[in-house]
């Protein structure tokens, strides 16, 4: 644990090393608000993926009934644009892998917990950070 809140696990990343940051700017992503796609288990939808959304992706969202492009000031949210690191559901990530809609994904910031959901042969296919 890093001091955290209760619950949460820091963790480890698909790769089996420490988790690092999905994003270090605005907007602050992760369930935790904090960066990272850590997790716990109030993280029901388990917001693990790191992902560099897309405009295709943020449509797919949208037309899934999850608008992350219209700024929602009441929640501290700007609003996604295209390029943004944001921590995504695992769930939703495997659901627009399977329409073609799938953003790339940084394996060092993506929470092994995603490996519940999605398997990391597809996560790699859409790394943006193996060499």
């Known amino acids: 644990?890093?001091?955290?809140?209760?619950?949460?696990?820091?963790?480890?990343?698909?790769l089996g090393h420490p988790l690092v940051a999905c994003s270090q700017g605005e907007p602050v992503t992760g369930f935790y608000r904090d960066g990272d796609c850590s997790t716990g288990p109030d993280d029901l939808g388990r917001h693990v993926v790191c992902a560099r959304v897309t405009a295709e992706f943020l449509e797919f969202s949208k037309n899934r009934g999850n608008d992350l492009v219209t700024p929602r000031p009441e929640f501290g949210f700007p609003g996604l644009k295209p390029g943004d690191r944001w921590c995504l559901c695992a769930a939703r990530w495997r659901e627009a892998l399977e329409a073609g809609a799938a953003p790339r994904v940084v394996l060092m910031a993506t929470h092994q917990k995603a490996l519940e959901i999605v398997s990391l042969e597809d996560l790699k296919r859409f790394a943006i950070d193996l060499s």
Not at 1 to 9: L, S, T, V
């Open 1 to 14: 644990m890093d001091g955290g809140p209760p619950g949460r696990e820091q963790g480890l990343n698909v």
